[in-house]
């Protein structure tokens, strides 16, 4: 994938709710704004026989939300998370703006070049514990004593057997893997899948609810520079994104995951965690604007969709190749068996799909008193061949 314009990101139409899923996506044209070309990639890489070393462009990858606008960079919001390259890249991951969100400097840090392939793995907590996260009832000593959590670190007075005050000390949060944390009990999600119908030309189209972005304290626009930042009640100044969000946050859109995190491989080699302590999606950490033509919806819900996306931002010619599935480049890293394709999770998407359509089905037919009739997979398209 390319682009030949300005600033534009695509998303995948798979998504990360839960585990450990992995993608990689293999460099084929940058370079540095002063170098680069204004033909059409198209005709510099007819010219030079080869798909690399065109010098154009840049790129930047990651994950994103939902509520991440295609105009706006990965990595440049609170809604992604993203690995950059261009001529102004000394680190991975030296965003606008996530630079100075929870990065850990990788381990060979450096300028990506044409021809690099960086795999990368995202890591997410039960959604078990992302509901308990969401609703403020979550309890790290209870519910996931084994999840890191942060960036905030509390403390708790320690037993002492002298009269008076007793120090404090911090807690001790040990970094195992979510995916380590054996199986759980699927929770109960309530998922409305509603998809409202559109008459179009001739044609109905099924419409999705759009979630809205929080602008003042999501946006590209530093906290400590925005006038309308939710201040936190303590300081009475805007909430410190590296120091003051946990997943007990009095504003639930700085909600952090528990044991989530974002690693990178260059070439097959770790480059280590370059992301920690995402940012909750699931409501009312993430909502859709009831004011409009959407007043019918009276509390923020879960339409299925919210999750981490993979994501890609291009610019002015820079491009490049993913693989969800694979053949990968490299593969995934058999040192983490827990981890799978998004190849694999695509596949169970539709899985779901079709199993809420046969639900919605069945469920019409008794709220109607009629019939409902469920057909097998495959069986539509059969007729129509």
Not at 306 to 325: E, H, K, M, N, W
């Amino acid at each position: 994938m390319n682009g030949e314009t300005g600033h534009f990101t695509t998303k995948a139409n798979v998504f990360a709710r839960e585990g450990t899923f992995y993608w990689e996506t293999k460099i084929i044209s940058t370079a540095p704004i002063k170098e680069l070309s204004t033909e059409p990639l198209a005709v510099t890489q007819n010219r030079t026989k080869t798909m690399t070393d065109t010098g154009r462009g840049s790129l930047m990858f990651g994950f994103a939300r939902r509520e991440h606008h295609y105009s706006q960079l990965v990595g440049v919001n609170r809604y992604s998370y993203g690995i950059r390259t261009g001529s102004s890249a000394s680190k991975y991951g030296n965003g606008n703006f996530q630079a100075q969100f929870q990065m850990v400097n990788p381990i060979n840090p450096g300028q990506l070049k044409d021809g690099d392939v960086v795999g990368l793995m995202i890591t997410l907590p039960p959604l078990e514990i992302h509901q308990k996260v969401a609703k403020g009832t979550f309890d790290h000593a209870t519910d996931a004593p084994h999840l890191k959590i942060g960036p905030k670190q509390f403390k708790k007075p320690s037993k002492s057997t002298s009269k008076g005050k007793g120090k404090k000390k911090a807690v001790v949060v040990s970094e195992v893997d979510a995916s380590k944390s054996g199986p759980t009990v699927p929770p109960k999600l309530d998922i409305i899948r509603d998809r409202y119908p559109v008459y179009y030309k001739g044609n109905i189209y099924h419409e999705s609810s759009e979630y809205t972005p929080i602008a003042h304290d999501m946006s590209a626009v530093p906290i400590e520079t925005s006038k309308k930042a939710t201040l936190d009640p303590e300081t009475g100044k805007p909430w410190d994104v590296l120091s003051d969000v946990h997943p007990n946050c009095e504003i639930p859109h700085f909600r952090t995951l528990p044991g989530s995190k974002i690693e990178m491989w260059l070439n097959g080699e770790y480059q280590g965690v370059v992301f920690e302590h995402l940012l909750a999606f699931l409501p009312p950490c993430s909502f859709i604007d009831t004011s409009g033509a959407k007043k019918q919806i009276k509390e923020p819900y879960d339409d299925g969709t919210l999750g981490y996306y993979p994501a890609i931002s291009t610019y002015q010619g820079g491009a490049c190749a993913v693989r969800f599935d694979e053949p990968f480049w490299h593969g995934v890293p058999k040192d983490r068996p827990e981890a799978r394709s998004f190849g694999v999770r695509y596949k169970e998407q539709i899985a779901e799909d079709e199993t809420a359509d046969r639900v919605d089905e069945v469920a019409w037919g008794i709220h109607s008193g009629a019939e409902a009739h469920v057909q097998a997979p495959g069986t539509v398209a059969q007729q129509e061949a």
